[in-house]
């Protein structure tokens, strides 16, 4: 049926579902604000919303879901929680989205953020 296209093979349904949740989740402006922002380096709560312009418990709840979608995790130093991107494909997906270069000088995953 589809000879003209030698070598096509659709990805397995798993896959696409995968995909279409991760866009899902994506289509929210805060969200992809709060990654972008993490993209340059790991943050705290208090700094993302300062950043994206929302409220703390807003953000807090942007970042569960992130968590929980395994984009994001948090790394507690003393009170704080300091987040990081997991996935530096998203990354990249935000910065052809965003029509941005890929952040190059990000603070190192373990460092304290001085934002």
Avoid: N
């Amino acid at each position: 049926m589809h000879d003209a296209l030698p070598g096509f093979e659709m990805p397995d349904d798993l896959l696409v579902e995968r995909a279409a949740d991760a866009y899902r989740l994506l289509a929210d402006p805060t969200r992809i604000k709060i990654l972008w922002a993490l993209a340059q380096g790991e943050t705290s709560v208090a700094c993302l919303a300062e950043l994206v312009g929302a409220a703390p418990t807003a953000v807090s709840q942007h970042l569960s879901k992130l968590r929980l979608a395994g984009l994001v995790r948090g790394r507690r130093h003393g009170t704080f929680v300091y987040y990081h991107t997991v996935d530096t494909k998203i990354t990249q997906l935000l910065s052809v989205s965003l029509d941005r270069p890929v952040p190059t000088d990000t603070v190192p995953v373990g460092a304290v953020a001085s934002r």
